[in-house]
């Protein structure tokens, strides 16, 4: 058993694969999860790490809830599904913590893994403007998340010059066109108005009790 409860295989088993599902998750809801349970079942992994960015490079002074706040979140959304966990491994006092640091480490503790790093689409777009990009794409194959067989052909250009570029491992995820964001629940939430089913209940519970995103919040 190491850092955060990751295990690492001993000698004489079989490979694990393992998903990792990165965001601020603020809040964390249901279209994050149907991502993840998509990604364990369409690649049949061991499981997925569901990874709250600490303090992320891309979005300087947007994240509203605390780290330790969006991780419970994260717990609780979590908590009734075996296959997915939750890493609070990016917690970190330093200014920002990039996606390949967190990807070496991990490839170094646990060299008897593959790890699959989800991604949307319009993420993807941009990946070559990522810190590192192609130190990412040595250690890890990356699944991009298409919403439907539209999506899906458009990524097809951005695949093809990422795979010469960085030498990327990519595949199309095909996921449910779940139009649901952290913003749009955020402004809910201040407006007074319902996110039920938008987020599991006992995410929704710790929202109202923890006076998140409310007008006189305070992280």
């Known amino acids: ?71 419970r979140m994260a717990e609780l959304a979590s908590g009734d599904n075996e296959h997915l966990k939750v890493s609070d491994f990016e917690k970190t006092p330093q200014d920002y913590h990039y996606t390949y640091e967190t990807l070496e480490f991990l490839v ?37 998340a298409a919403r439907d067989r539209m999506e899906i052909q458009e990524l097809r250009g951005h695949i093809e010059r990422l795979k010469e570029e960085f030498g990327a491992v990519i595949e199309p995820l095909e996921t449910p066109n779940i139009d649901i964001s952290s913003n749009m629940l955020r402004e809910r939430v201040q407006k007074g108005k319902s996110i039920r089913y938008y987020v599991p209940e006992a995410v929704e519970a710790y929202i109202r009790e923890q006076n998140l995103y409310c007008e006189n919040h305070r992280k």
């Open 108 to 144: 170094q503790e646990h060299p008897d893994t593959d790890y699959y790093f989800i991604l949307g689409a319009d993420s993807l777009v941009h990946f070559h403007t990522w810190m590192e990009p192609g130190r990412i794409c040595k250690c890890c194959r990356i699944l991009a």
């Open 1 to 71: 058993m190491t850092k955060n409860g990751l295990n690492c295989p001993g000698k004489g088993e079989k490979r694990k694969k393992v998903g990792i599902l990165g965001g601020t998750f603020d809040p964390i809801h249901t279209g994050h999860l149907i991502l993840a349970e998509t990604a364990f079942e369409s690649f049949r992994l061991d499981y997925v790490l569901i990874m709250p960015n600490g303090n992320p490079p891309h979005k300087p002074g947007q994240v509203h809830a605390s780290m330790a706040q969006r991780t």
